[in-house]
């Protein structure tokens, strides 16, 4: 029999914690909005200049979780530095988000785009329902990750490492080999939407760049390999990101590019073929099945945290010893998303109306370090965010203005984002006698 450990052991490289940024990050969102943007903007330089903006946003959150982790490298993410910051309340609520679709509902509409895609490459797989394709996927990259934060770290930078490969590989070989035109890039069309609109598709292929901050009580010298990881890993996709889109405008000029869903596989029948589309299938299929795998490693740190805080049940804080990962944690998300993925089919609805109050509590997050240097102006600060405090302060403003844009012109799906946070309250009052010390805020270090 096992017995539990006291904590999660430092095994993980910022290398694997960089790898764990970069897959989360990429997505299907970089392969499917470029044409919506370019839709929207109508302007080629536009595009570019939005996507390198969405990288810049990003790093300046990735800056500033570098200095929250340093200072608090415990698992848990941005649970860990509200509850620092703002209390057990705020911290919880995160939590459950995360937990009720921040991570699984975007992991239940990951698997079911792996699913489409699978089927789309092998036509076998097309008898089968999509639901059971993304059951057997889901449960063989938990497996994975149960064997172990080695060996699931291992399996992750070796994903994460085929992902870049092969979209380096096609970026090179489009802008070698294929067929485009620099005359698209001063090409443009009719604007037929706000740069508000596109700035959010952007930033939705940007989210994960957090995740690094997730395993930062595994992380070896989490005091510079978290920010280390999160730097990196956000600095290389940001690299990825524009050059991708580059090539979409080398291949497409604008007229072409506007609306077209299927961006990726359409630039690239038109730089190589009918048959390159099939190959720009598979690398998205593998980059979603990367990102899944990063978010069944990083979610469960999240529950893992809180369960240790005593506001979930405190099995879920317990690492096994011979696998020294959170398994009851990942075990638990794995059924969820199960549950999900069976009942919904179709998930991508409940990761729209949660996507507006995640990206609230990012922004709150963020804040916590202009909160934390006020308040505990004694804790150790091993990295400091640069360009304090205008930095996390333009982060925020980002946030605040989707929220409002999103609560404006999509009011019914912030408000049932907000009722899916606020439906935590019951539960956390329920549980809150069982909250340890932990949970009301550490001393200062």
């Known amino acids: ?145 149960l064997a172990g934060a080695g060996l699931g770290g291992t399996f992750q930078a070796i994903l994460t490492a085929a992902t870049v490969i092969a979209i380096v590989a096609f970026v090179t070989l489009g802008f070698a080999a294929g067929r485009g035109a620099s005359a698209n890039f001063v090409s443009s069309a009719p604007a037929h939407g ?95 099945l990367s990102s899944v795998s990063a978010m069944v490693f990083a979610g469960p740190r999240v529950y893992y945290a809180m369960a240790r805080d005593g506001v979930l049940p405190r099995a879920l804080g317990h690492a096994i010893t011979r696998s020294e990962t959170p398994a009851r944690a990942i075990a638990l998300q794995s059924v969820w998303v199960s549950v999900l993925i069976v009942c919904f089919g179709a998930f991508e609805p409940v990761v729209v109306y949660t996507g507006t109050v995640v990206a609230i509590f990012s922004a709150i997050a963020v804040a916590a370090v202009i909160v934390l240097r006020v308040r505990r102006p004694r804790l150790l600060r091993p990295f400091r965010t640069p360009g304090y405090p205008w930095l996390p302060a333009a982060y925020i403003a980002v946030c605040v203005w989707i929220f409002v844009y999103t609560a404006h012109a999509r009011p019914m799906e912030t408000a049932l984002g907000l009722a899916t946070a606020a439906a935590g309250l019951p539960i956390y009052w329920l549980s809150a006698r069982h909250v340890s010390p932990r949970g009301q805020g550490a001393a200062d270090g």
């Open 1 to 145: 029999m096992t017995t539990p450990r006291v904590g999660l052991a430092r095994g993980v490289g910022w290398r694997t914690a960089a790898a764990v940024v970069v897959a989360n990050m990429l997505g299907t969102g970089v392969f499917t909005t470029s044409g919506l943007i370019a839709r929207d903007v109508g302007s080629a330089w536009l595009l570019l200049a939005l996507w390198l903006a969405g990288g810049l946003i990003a790093l300046a959150g990735a800056l500033a979780y570098g200095e929250l982790s340093a200072a608090m490298p415990e698992a848990g993410g941005e649970y860990v530095y509200l509850r620092e910051a703002y209390g057990p309340v705020v911290a919880y609520l995160s939590g459950w988000t995360s937990f009720l679709a921040g991570f699984s509902g975007a992991i239940a509409a990951a698997t079911l785009a792996f699913a489409s895609y699978a089927s789309r490459l092998v036509p076998e797989l097309g008898a089968l329902d999509s639901r059971l394709i993304a059951l057997v996927a889901l449960w063989l990259l938990t497996a994975a990750h």
């Open 194 to 288: 706000s740069l508000a609109v596109a700035l959010i598709f952007v930033l939705y292929a940007y989210s994960g760049w957090n995740a690094a901050a997730y395993l930062a009580g595994e992380v070896v010298e989490p005091q510079r390999g978290v920010p280390r990881a999160l730097l990196a890993g956000t600095a290389g996709v940001t690299a990825l990101y524009v050059s991708l889109n580059a090539l979409y405008v080398w291949a497409l000029p604008v007229p072409e590019m506007s609306g077209v869903l299927a961006i990726g596989e359409r630039a690239a029948e038109s730089l190589f073929g009918p048959r390159a589309a099939t190959v720009c299938g598979a690398i998205i299929a593998l980059a979603i």
